[in-house]
Nanobody
């Protein structure tokens, strides 16, 4: 059974930084892509950043230049460094993995709140 466990969420002031991490446990065929999505109350779940197994990276326009995604293929982990954070970054952040058969896996979510 594949499980994704996120950590690193919390409360940060505008302009501050947070780092999210996600660890995959269990058996998985092979990872195609890892990434982060977020969902604010009343909104749909939106892509934040993704990284493929060959390190192709995609960012939402709203986070480009502020957020950095990285992965450790040997440990099946993915991280999101979030800098210059804004109140509109407040959301529940979900770790997401797609394997090479296009099976989707989701974490339970970690809350990020940007407020003074």
């Amino acid at each position: 059974q594949v499980q994704l466990v996120e950590s690193g969420g919390g409360l940060v002031q505008p302009g501050g930084s947070l780092r999210l991490s996600c660890a995959l446990s269990g058996k998985i065929i092979s990872i195609y892509r890892m990434g982060w999505f977020r969902q604010a109350p009343g909104n749909q779940r939106d892509l934040v950043a993704t990284i493929t197994s060959d390190n192709k990276i995609n960012y939402a326009d709203s986070v480009k230049g502020r957020f950095t995604i990285s992965r450790d293929g040997s440990k099946n982990t993915v991280s999101l460094q979030m800098n210059f954070m804004k109140p509109e970054d407040t959301a529940l952040y979900y770790c997401h993995v797609i394997d090479i058969t296009y099976m989707n896996y989701w974490g339970q979510g970690t809350q990020v709140t940007v407020s003074s």
